[in-house]
């Protein structure tokens, strides 16, 4: 299906969409439950002292680059998460991308440190880990959010059966 379809170049194959799909080989197969196959650049590059970069062409949600000034501008993503993970204290910015009414950051400490009654308390019933997907393209901290859904989530089950 992909063969002569995608551009010259290092690329990551996904079944699915880019926020929740799985990483699939060159030859691999689309999921059951999937109706895509998404084909981006492969992010295998280094930015020497890509810190002190102006930002002219990189995309933030924060509006922390000069790319800001440009809101028109059309970005190439790929997969590189230019740096390495960072401290979990971002507040205040989940809740304008989420879709539900809860406490994303407390509710996804909450599971971090395995606490099933704040977890219920906070609405854990209600949510998928698919549901973080927005909230970890945005993340900082360059965390795993939708894993860290899923193990709390699996967590529940293992109390409840």
Do not use: C
């Amino acid at each position: 299906m992909v063969n002569n379809n995608t551009l010259e170049g290092n690329a990551r194959y996904i079944s699915g969409n880019v926020l929740t799909g799985t990483k699939i080989g060159q030859n691999g197969y689309a999921g059951f439950y999937d109706s895509q196959i998404t084909v981006i650049p492969e992010g295998d590059y280094y930015e020497f002292l890509g810190w002190a970069d102006p930002g002219l062409n990189k995309y933030s949600f924060y509006n922390q680059f000069l790319s800001r000034f440009f809101p028109t501008k059309k970005f190439s993503l790929d997969t590189n998460i230019h740096g390495g993970a960072r401290a979990f204290v971002m507040t205040g910015k989940y809740e304008k991308v989420f879709p539900f009414d809860i406490f994303p950051m407390q509710l996804i400490k909450a599971i971090m440190i395995e606490d099933i009654d704040l977890m219920e308390n906070l609405g854990i019933y209600e949510i998928d880990a698919e549901d973080f997907a927005l909230i970890e393209f945005i993340e900082t901290s360059k965390i795993e959010i939708q894993s860290i859904v899923r193990n709390g989530l699996n967590l529940l089950y293992k109390e409840t059966t």
